[in-house]
């Protein structure tokens, strides 16, 4: 009503002050298109408020350790050491993509004592559309033995992976590009993923990036977090 009564009120200050008919009419176009998107902005609030509750997450108990599985996943380290760094992630997620230098860092700080595996998360296509796609990418990359030449250059270009990115980044990876694209195709690439997210689903994997030390969830995605883990969990033996 305040709306509709400002826009009444400056039409007739238009009109006194001289304004031409043309004038008078312009305004009246443009208070239509503000009264029609004040209906529209009110529709979305409506139904904003209509909208049920997002469930909330269930808590996770942080000293929980869970059997985790390294099965055929990607290893960076040596396999027989004794403390295993695995992640949950997907390569569109902004956050992932800052903890890759994080995770180099802690290789290099214990280079005989951690192996890290990489599992593949991507997030829902509303969320982001590119990460199912560069996931199977870096699976068929592995086909060639290149999966880690790949992953390192899905992360430095997280925030372009739409189009033929992909297939510019695979020959940048140094990967069989044809062989490759097939790869991609195929139905284990696919298998491969959808078992990774239902380990971490049952491993209460909510978001990425998400990091399990010797089974155990990453409370404090830092270096200094890792160290107190690692060396907890070599001092146990």
Known sequence: MRTALVAILAVGVVAGCGGSKADIEEIKKGIATINGKLEALDKSVQQIKAAPAAAARPAVDPNKVYSLSVGDSPIRGPKDAKVTVMEWADYQCPFCAQSAPLVKQVLDAYPKDVKYVYKQFPLPATMHPNAMPASKAAVAANKQGKFWQLHDVLFENSRDLGGDKL??????????????????????????????????????????????????????????GFKEMIDAALKAG
Request: glycine share 6%; no cysteine; net charge negative.
């Open 167 to 224: 297939k510019e980044y695979a020959s940048k990876a140094g990967l069989d590009v044809a062989r490759w694209e097939k790869d991609v195709a195929a139905p284990d690439v696919q298998q491969q993923i959808d078992k990774d997210m239902a380990e971490g689903r049952a491993a209460d994997v909510q978001g990425t990036p998400t990091f399990f030390v010797n089974g155990k969830r990453l409370q404090n995605r830092s270096i200094e």
